[in-house]
């Protein structure tokens, strides 16, 4: 089975901190993505990568960057926290780019920005 | 601005009920999943509909592709206690690496 794991279940920062939210997937996947959850919005993509070092914007990508420099391991990064980005951070892995394939989901991130 | 809108967006009903959540957009995917998310967790794939027109079954869930795959729907028969969750559809495209979800159903299933 997939596993996606991420590094905080619960964060609390304070407004301008920079903030890292890890992630890592242990099926050799070429694809991870990031996304932001909030009430009556779904799932919004923030970024997402499909090889090493390469990386796309999503929908929402203001206010954050992200990093993969091994194939597992993909981080996404809050350059100067604002309450505005306090959410639930999901990361997924996903084997290729078609779509039919399935998105495997890490737990989520419950990051507040005080 | 969504792509993908879902609704009810929330929905509560007693054990037993059959409810129906509608997944709608303006725009045609050549694939959509349905993805249910509980509490703590993140969402889990529950099927992918690729033909328009197409209906999947899934023990009491039914899942249906529209003729023109622009939407979607799920029908849950004789709902109980363990389907309670947040429901998500998302819609892929063959070009691209994109997901787009849908705003999401919580569902509520009473004992």
């Known amino acids: 089975d997939v596993k996606v794991t991420q590094s905080s279940r619960y964060l609390v920062k304070r407004t301008g901190e920079k903030v890292f939210l890890e992630c890592v997937q242990d099926?050799?996947?070429?694809?991870m993505f990031w996304y932001r959850q909030d009430p009556g919005l779904g799932l919004r993509l923030i970024y997402f990568s499909y090889d090493v070092k390469m990386k796309e914007k999503g929908d929402i990508p203001e206010g954050y960057s992200v990093s993969r420099e091994k194939k597992e391991r993909f981080s996404l990064i809050l350059e100067s926290a604002s309450t505005n980005q306090t959410s639930m951070y999901l990361c997924?892995?996903?084997?290729?780019?078609?779509?039919?394939?399935?998105?495997?989901f890490g737990p989520g991130t419950r990051l507040t920005v005080l | 601005t969504q792509l993908l809108e879902q609704s009810p967006q929330f929905l509560s009903i007693q054990e037993g009920e059959n409810l129906t959540v509608y997944c709608n957009s303006s725009?045609?995917?050549?694939?959509l999943q349905w993805y249910r998310q509980e509490p703590g967790e993140g969402p889990v794939l529950l099927v992918t509909v690729v033909t328009g027109g197409e209906v999947k079954k899934l023990k009491r869930l039914t899942f249906q592709f529209g003729d023109a795959r622009k939407d979607s729907s799920l029908h849950i028969t004789a709902a109980q206690p363990g389907d309670t969750g947040l429901y998500l559809c998302a819609g892929g495209r063959n070009t691209g690496n994109q997901f787009y979800f849908g705003t999401g159903t919580s569902l509520t299933v009473i004992p």
């Open positions: 725009s045609v995917f050549s694939s």
């Open positions: 099926m050799d996947h070429e694809n």
């Open positions: 997924a892995s996903r084997e290729s780019g078609y779509s039919t394939d399935t998105q495997y």
